[in-house]
């Protein structure tokens, strides 16, 4: 046991950042990869019958996968942070700031794909139609959006040295 609070005194801090970023990445690149799934289903049908429907079936398609990016992001600018030395309390602030785009940004992916395969039915059903779907899609992106920008705002705003 002394070793393991050992090697937590002395490197906790690399490892709770390290995992930060590791769940960033993770859970929103997860969700994404869920709802590009979810809305790729559905679009694949519809291409059966009308192909030419491709265009704007892709970018229904492509809304989910932002949140995959911004956890992308995050990962990346922890990675820039992280150092053998930091401080326990560090590396669990960073954890914590990487939070809201895992958690926000895996729920929101499969959400934002299931409105956005909806948004393939509306799309199949009455082409003239197809921006509403696309709208109601964009709305779930605002919440994947607020917690990117929380993370952000944690990483960029504290300094421990």
């Known amino acids: 046991m002394n070793n393991v609070s050992g090697v937590l005194a002395q490197h906790g801090g690399v490892l709770f950042a390290a995992l930060g970023a590791a769940l960033a990445t993770f859970l ?32 229904l398609q492509l809304l989910p996968g932002t949140q995959g990016l911004y956890g992308f992001v995050i990962g990346l600018m922890v990675l820039g942070r992280l150092n053998a030395n930091m401080s326990f309390a560090e590396g669990v602030y960073i954890l914590m700031a990487c939070l809201p785009i895992a958690i926000a940004g895996y729920g929101s992916a499969v959400a934002q794909g299931r409105v956005a395969a909806s948004g393939i039915s509306l799309l199949a059903k009455n082409e003239e139609q197809s921006t509403k779907g696309i709208i109601y899609a964009v709305m779930v992106e605002t919440y994947a959006l607020l917690a ?3 993370s952000i705002m944690l990483l960029s ?3 421990f040295k």
């Open 148 to 150: 990117f920008v929380v």
């Open 28 to 59: 929103a690149g997860w969700g994404s990869a869920k709802g590009v799934g979810i809305v790729g289903e559905v679009a694949s049908g519809l291409m059966i019958e009308e192909p030419e429907k491709f265009g704007k079936s892709l970018v």
């Open 157 to 159: 705003g504290v300094s």
